[in-house]
């Protein structure tokens, strides 16, 4: 899995099917069985995938495509593995599993504000 992923915070669908080589309909399936792949929707509904979205991505098509896992021995298998891998419930709870997700999105909106008011 030597994909060199550029240093960007959000990649479109496309971007995320070069990469990888997954199929969009592919990538949108897994989104409803994997709950950590959560792509941010842009104001115009298009997904935008973060690194740590993509690096999944790569885990699962290791797993499902050369290791020959089904998905539910996948989804097994990324629990076992812990470190981030496990299926996210999004919650309003400061103290639910989804969120640092929101704490990091929230990061990543800060770290994109700063960006544009420097432009």
């Known amino acids: 899995m030597d994909v060199q992923i550029p240093d960007k915070l959000y ?4 971007e995320v099917v070069n990469l990888t080589g997954i199929k969009a309909h592919v990538l949108r399936y897994w989104e409803s069985e994997f709950g950590t792949i ?3 929707k842009s ?10 979205d ?3 991505i790569l885990c699962l098509k290791d797993l499902l495509y050369r290791q020959g896992y089904t998905i539910a021995g996948a989804r097994k298998k990324l629990r076992e593995q812990g470190g981030g ?3 996210v419930l999004v919650e309003d709870s400061p103290n639910s599993p989804g969120a640092s997700l929101l704490e990091e999105l929230r990061r990543d909106l800060v770290r994109l504000r700063k960006t544009l008011m420097r432009d």
């Open 54 to 56: 993509i690096e999944l």
């Open 11 to 14: 990649f479109k669908i496309g």
């Open 38 to 40: 959560r792509p941010v």
């Open 85 to 87: 891998f496990e299926d």
């Open 43 to 52: 104001r115009g509904k298009q997904r935008l995938y973060r690194r740590q």
